[in-house]
């Protein structure tokens, strides 16, 4: 039997994060996929502001912004005539406080291919092609049955293998929501010729439905969504995907000449009931599925990993298991709140994208690792004193704690790796700061017995 720290079942963005995170703070994790090889959809294509700050302390974000783009303006026509020209997002500026103001669109199958790369060049990978088909837990770790037929011992097993989750019906959890059946919708990646990539484009023919076509950055396809009728399957082939764009665009000079992915989906908004068993935890989808409306499902499934990656890390490095509780605590609050969100603008069949989207002004306030803080930490010059001026971001990055504070840090028996910076001025007006792994202020306090205090319970 092997054995390692961490087993991560499924590679999406959640998985693949959350192995980035662990494999950088050196715990010894292990991802499998039961998928033969890596997702080819564009499926979730949206970043938000947030994910790309997560994206830039785990060393990827010069790779996305690379190939990414802000989402072009909508085009909406009724058949051939044209009805209604927006964005969908507002422009807006880079600022000290946000470097990354904007959603930017970047295919799912590529913010994979990133996120592999990365895990990869931190000795780490994806075995593709394994299943994990059963598992026992007890007192100590997690026992896992893999398809290959190899058992694998884990201190802990993480959940990531979507919203059809395996180890969430093994382990009993509800799942409570809906699923709307009757809205479905045929999604799939596409080659065309005849239509321009400044625009994402819309037409609605009553009777018949809509069909959009969004020009994917970074490649020469675009992801086609059209609604499906009750009743109405779609066949999987290039033929009939041609048959109704044609219908419904009235466009005879479109042509779409490659399908590259397709697949079926319906409206599903639930909840896991919890987002741990004893030593297994869910994240992402396992945990909560959206509507697509608002690009919340794969940021909020790679902000679990990023909340979850640091606990488990200081777990395995001798803090108290107690930690580990507020996972659930902090990220299950979030979830539900977004899902109400994507759920109102799915309703509404609004194109509304603000910063309540954004997902900047999330926070952890009044949790029990928020101690006079739990909000997220703003980028914006520094000045260290005896150091050169910096960005707080620069500062951030990495697995460790960040204390602001004209005092050293306290030495606390097997706590946190703390890098202490005395800045020119008192940072938000607290005598010491202590900015947690994750970019949220754990806790701002003029007590140096309280900073010691919290460094012991994380």
């Not at 790309?52 to 690379?66: C, N, S, W």
């Not at 990414?68 to 085009?75: G, M, Q, S, V």
């Not at 990978?125 to 058992?151: C, I, M, P, W, Y």
Request: net charge positive.
């Amino acid at each position: 039997m092997n054995n390692t720290d961490v087993l991560i079942a499924g590679a999406g963005p959640t998985g693949l994060t959350l192995a980035v995170d662990l494999a950088r703070r050196g715990v010894a994790c292990r991802v499998v996929d039961q998928a033969p090889e890596p997702a080819a959809g564009s499926k979730g294509k949206g970043l938000q502001p947030r994910t790309l700050e997560v994206f830039d302390d785990l060393g990827v974000i010069a790779p996305i912004l690379a190939a990414a783009t802000p989402y072009p303006p909508l085009r909406v026509r009724i058949g051939r005539v044209p009805v209604w020209r927006a964005r969908m997002h507002r422009r807006a500026t880079a600022t000290d406080a946000v470097p990354y103001p904007t959603v930017v669109m970047h295919p799912q199958w590529r913010t994979e291919a990133v996120l592999r790369e990365r895990l990869g060049e931190l000795g780490g990978k994806v075995e593709q092609g394994v299943a994990l088909t059963g598992f026992e837990q007890d007192a100590g770790g997690v026992t896992a049955r893999l398809g290959t037929g190899e058992s694998v011992r884990a201190r802990y097993l993480v959940a990531a293998d979507g919203g059809r989750s395996t180890v969430r019906k093994a382990l009993g959890i509800g799942f409570t929501g809906e699923t709307r059946k009757e809205q479905r919708s045929a999604l799939a990646d596409v080659r065309a010729e005849g239509l321009d990539r400044e625009h994402i484009h819309v037409w609605v023919r009553p009777g018949s439905g809509m069909v959009a076509l969004y020009p994917m950055a970074g490649t020469g396809a675009f992801q086609l969504l059209a609604s499906l009728r009750p009743g109405v399957e779609p066949e999987q082939t290039l033929a009939w995907y041609q048959r109704m764009f044609a219908q419904r665009s009235m466009r005879r000079d479109v042509r779409l000449t490659e399908l590259l992915w397709s697949s079926l989906y319906r409206v599903n908004i639930r909840l896991a009931d919890r987002y741990r068993s004893g030593r297994v935890f869910l994240a992402g989808d396992a945990a909560h599925v959206h509507p697509p409306e608002g690009g919340q499902g794969l940021n909020t499934g790679v902000q679990d990993a990023y909340n979850l990656g640091w606990k488990l890390g200081r777990v395995l490095a001798g803090a108290p298991e107690s930690l580990l509780d507020t996972y659930e605590e902090e990220r299950r609050p979030i979830a539900a709140g977004v899902l109400g969100l994507s759920s109102d603008l799915h309703d509404k069949k609004s194109i509304r994208r603000d910063p309540e989207t954004y997902q900047l002004t999330l926070s952890y306030r009044g949790g029990s690792l928020a101690a006079n803080g739990g909000d997220r930490v703003p980028d914006g010059p520094v000045e260290p004193v005896g150091g050169r001026r910096a960005r707080l971001f620069d500062l951030l990055r990495g697995p460790h704690f960040t204390l602001l504070s004209p005092d050293p840090a306290p030495r606390v028996p097997g706590g946190p790796e703390v890098r202490a910076y005395v800045p020119a001025r008192p940072y938000g007006g607290a005598r010491h700061t202590l900015i947690r792994p994750d970019g949220y202020v754990g806790v701002a306090t003029s007590s140096a017995e309280e900073l010691a205090a919290y460094l012991a319970m994380v």
